[in-house]
């Protein structure tokens, strides 16, 4: 059977394969994962859903039948670097694991997942909760078994977006036209100087506006258009 030796280990976050029919497995079980076995890749898996692989003794393996893992790489941003010392993720039956960065420059975090809906949080190197101002989630190779984790599967804890503004901008009033005066001797004389399409003529002396040049007024007044 395949198995992790322990020499693996040394540096390696994560290590973990697919066994899709239960053939690379012990004898009497189904699809599952090979898994190393630490608390890390072991954290939201069911109680008694993993096994010791005890076929060699440098073996750091465990078979863990019928669950399903997807890996993720988890970033988060702002804040200032290097802030993001630890990731904190609980699911929805209360169970919390720390998981610490790929690497101390880069500050992502890559854990292995099953299903699940989970909420995340991040602290710095003394352990106080920060808020990122985003997060980025990159789920990688999608398995063969069909319950896996997806985007949709876990939040997290982020700061505020700016809130808009509470009252839309105001529009101002449409600015009053100056009028252009201009003396009218005779309806001949209103024709040649004012263009009468859409133009109202304003008679001083009947303080009305007139609709067309039909109603001008005799003895003369001012016109706008």
Not at 80 to 92: A, C, I, K, P, R
Request: proline residues 6%; contains cysteine.
């Amino acid at each position: 059977l395949p198995y992790f030796k322990a020499e693996m280990r040394q540096g390696a976050w994560n290590l973990f394969m697919e066994d899709t029919d239960g053939t690379l497995g012990p004898v009497g079980k189904g699809p599952g994962f090979i898994v190393q076995n630490n608390d890390r890749m072991k954290a939201f898996l069911p109680d008694g859903a993993c096994e010791w692989m005890s076929n060699s003794g440098n073996s750091v393996s465990s078979f863990c039948e019928g669950v399903c893992l997807r890996q993720l790489e988890i970033k988060p941003y702002g804040s200032g670097t290097g802030m993001f010392n630890t990731m904190v993720l609980s699911n929805q039956d209360g169970i919390a694991f720390t998981y610490d960065t790929l690497s101390a420059s880069t500050k992502d975090f890559n854990p292995v997942l099953p299903a699940g809906q989970y909420f995340g949080t991040f602290q710095d190197v003394s352990g106080n909760e920060i808020l990122a101002n985003s997060v980025k989630v990159i789920m990688h190779k999608v398995p063969t078994c069909l319950n896996y984790i997806t985007e949709g599967s876990i939040s997290f804890a982020t700061k505020a977006p700016t809130p808009a503004p509470s009252e839309s901008p105001s529009v101002s009033a449409k600015p009053t036209l100056a009028l252009a005066v201009l003396s009218l001797f005779g309806p001949n004389e209103v024709s040649n100087v004012v263009d009468w399409s859409g133009a109202k003529l304003y008679c001083e002396d009947r303080g009305l506006w007139l609709a067309t040049k039909a109603e001008w007024c005799s003895g003369g007044g001012t016109g706008a258009n």
